[in-house]
């Protein structure tokens, strides 16, 4: 079993800045890839950023030159610092994990519990 903790969201005027943290913890377990993803209200859940434990990083369109998300892989932490940040941004953000015991070679994916983010204009 894999926990996901966020933290680092908060209110935010447009133009500011957030980090958001999400740790990983549970036990035999290795990391495949890590991601950020937002639900705004009435809205379908959307992937914001990705990052393998090789360090490749993937972003959705409207987030590109504003959001950049990093690891360490030490700590089973990933980060999404967020910049420029635009009224359209306010969402719940949930961290995800994509995971595979080493003794099963089984994947699994786990979801955070969600971290709001609200950018006002």
């Known amino acids: 079993q894999v926990q996901l903790v966020e933290s680092g969201g908060g209110v935010v005027q447009a133009g500011g800045s957030l980090r958001l943290s999400c740790v990983a913890s549970g036990s035999h377990f290795r990391i495949n890839a890590m991601g950020w993803y937002r639900q705004a209200p009435g809205k379908q859940r959307e992937l914001v950023a990705t990052?393998?434990?090789?360090?490749?990083?993937n972003y959705v369109e409207s987030v590109k030159g504003r959001f950049t998300i990093s690891r360490d892989n030490a700590k089973n932490t990933i980060y999404l610092q967020m910049n420029s940040l635009k009224p359209e941004d306010t969402a719940v953000y949930y961290c995800?994990?994509?995971?595979?015991?080493?003794?099963?070679?089984?994947?699994?994916?786990?979801w955070g519990q969600g971290t709001q983010v609200t950018v006002s204009s």
């Open positions: 990052i393998t434990w090789g360090g490749y990083t």
């Open positions: 995800n994990a994509g995971v595979v015991v080493p003794t099963t070679l089984r994947s699994n994916s786990y």
